[in-house]
Every structure is written in C-alpha cells, then in structure tokens.
C-alpha cells in the first residue's frame, strides 16, 4: 500500500495525542499513585522479558504514523494518514483518515507473535536510540513516524521521517498493514441510501393548462446507482433511466458533495438571471441530516456547471 505522506501532520498528530518529548533514559516512579511500577528487561541474550506481564497494562505501548506529504488538492478526498495504535494489552486501533470524508476506525488484536517483534522494535529503538542518528534522503512518498510509550504513560519519540529502506521499520511497516488490510473499517460514508437530488427547472414561458415538460431531476444514491426523471406540468415525474455510476464519476460528484458540505463555498453565490434553467443541489450526508448546496442559476460558475454537465453526461 503506497502513500504520499505530510510530515506536518504526523508530527500535529504525535504532539497533541502524546506530548512526545526525549527524555534521559531514566525510569520514573510514581509515588502514591498506587499504579504497578514500570519494570524493563533489557535485551541480553540471558534475560527474558514477560510479556503476560506486559499485557496487564491499560496504557498505550507504541504509535505509528504513515502521513501524506505530496501534492494535493484541497477539492480531492485524498488520503492523509494510517494511524496505528497498540495497547499493551494487545489491542491494535487503527485510524485512517481521508481529507474529506473524514475518518475509518477499526480495532483489532495482534497474535502473541507480532506482538512480540512490535514491543521487541519499540523497546530496543528507545533503550538504545538505535534511530537517533538514522536518516533516508528522499523527497516524496510517504514518512512514518514511531513513539514507545512506558507503562507509566510517558512517550518518547523513536524515529520520524523516510522508512524506505530500514528493515527493522519495514518489518514493523509489514506486520501493521497486515492488520489493516484485513481490518473491518467502519466509514462515515455509508454505501446505500439516497446522497445527492438534483433538480433542473425550465423558467421558460409554458401552458400549464397542458402536460408538458417542465424541468428533470437526477437522484443519485450511495450504491453508485442514478436514476432520471423527466418532470411534467400535470402528471408530475416519470422515470426515464436507472444506471450504475463508474467510480470515476460517483467520486467526482461525491467529492462535490463533501466540499460543499465542509466548506459552503456557494452560499453567497448567485447569478443575475430571469430566464432558462436552474438548477438545485441537495447533499444527504448519511447522518439524517439534508443539505442544500445551491439553488439557482449556474451559467458562469465553472464548479457547478461542470458538476451539471458530468450528471447529465452519465445517462444520455
């Protein structure tokens, strides 16, 4: 799984969930706290470490971060960043995060082997800053970041930056995805039900007293199906088409969705215009919650127009 990444946001991400700070290497006790003392094993070959113990903990143990950091555009549901986080108990959340459709969680537990080699990763590379002096020279892609957290829920930062080429990284990097790619996310954009009614209307002068054509409307739907309507004076709409959308289109139009329900960047827009048609935008989030993106006249702006113009392309 390829990503670019942004190291701006990593680093928002690890300073505000966790304070990251360096520290001495010394351990810390909390008196009075009547909390069980951080104990570490050190790796020599004669020391064993218990991990049964461990998992008695209800603190973090380890963070990773994978950020975006190429070229985007804000119009675009591009992704931002995987957010991994183990618990001592063994307990993986991860959190991916697009920039408009917002956030997917999924909770899962690592087998007693995977965690094993990510405590064995986090401890040795705090114990030892065996990543103080590492670094990969590149400029585009995607940069990870790792922090070790003690059982007395202080959290040093292990490594930020290019893991391109690190096996030690990228074995950790291999063992998250593998929980990621398996994971059951759950997504603030369902996959059925009604998403965006978008109506047309013809101002031009008509005889009401006869059944003609008055405007058309097109309702599209999460499951990527568009139906069209062609709408009469006296007896009202009559569906003429129901077609499945390409990704291609319905991410399009889902992406014009989300931006205007983010932004509202046409709530004070409007056109000088008494005749032709007009058309009305109205966005369900999922949520229950209807949305009215725009209602009126479109000739001059290209965003809605090219919106228009992609809708009634999908069913002639």
């Known amino acids: 799984m390829k990503k670019i990444i942004s190291v701006s946001l990593m680093l928002i991400m690890l300073i505000s969930l966790f304070g990251c700070k360096s520290s001495d290497k010394a351990r810390k006790r909390k008196d009075g706290s009547g909390k069980k003392e951080t104990v570490f094993t050190s790796f020599n070959d004669d020391d064993t470490v218990d991990y049964d113990d461990l998992k008695e903990n209800d603190w973090i143990m380890f963070t990773a971060c994978q950020s975006n950091c190429g070229l985007v555009s804000s119009d675009e549901d591009y992704w931002c960043y995987d957010n991994f986080i ?106 059925e039900g009604l998403m965006l009614d978008t109506v047309v209307r013809f101002w031009e002068p008509k005889d009401y007293s006869t059944d003609n054509i008055c405007g058309l409307e097109y309702v599209i739907s999460y499951d990527k199906t568009i139906e069209y309507y062609e709408l009469y004076t006296l007896s009202g709409r009559k569906l003429i088409s129901s077609d499945k959308m390409s990704d291609y289109e319905f991410q399009r139009i889902l992406e014009f969705c989300l931006v205007a329900k983010r932004d509202d960047p046409y709530k004070d827009y409007s056109e000088d215009v008494c005749d032709g048609e007009t058309w009305t935008f109205v966005f369900y989030d999922g949520d229950g919650e209807s949305i009215l993106i725009y209602d009126g006249y479109i000739y001059d702006h290209f965003g809605l127009s090219s919106t228009a113009t992609l809708i009634s392309s999908i069913v002639e």
Do not use: H, Q
């Open 86 to 191: 183990l618990y001592y108990d063994g307990t993986l959340e991860i959190k991916t995060c697009y920039n408009l459709s917002g956030f997917r969680t999924a909770r899962t537990e690592l087998s007693d082997e995977d965690y094993k080699a990510v405590y064995d990763f986090a401890y040795d590379g705090y114990i030892n800053d065996t990543y103080k002096d590492y670094k990969e020279d590149a400029c585009d892609g995607s940069t990870w970041s790792f922090c070790f957290c003690d059982t007395d829920e202080t959290t040093y930062c292990l490594y930020s930056g290019y893991a391109y080429v690190n096996e030690s990284m990228n074995s950790i990097e291999n063992i998250l995805y593998k929980y990621a790619d398996e994971a059951d996310f759950t997504s603030e954009i369902p996959d």
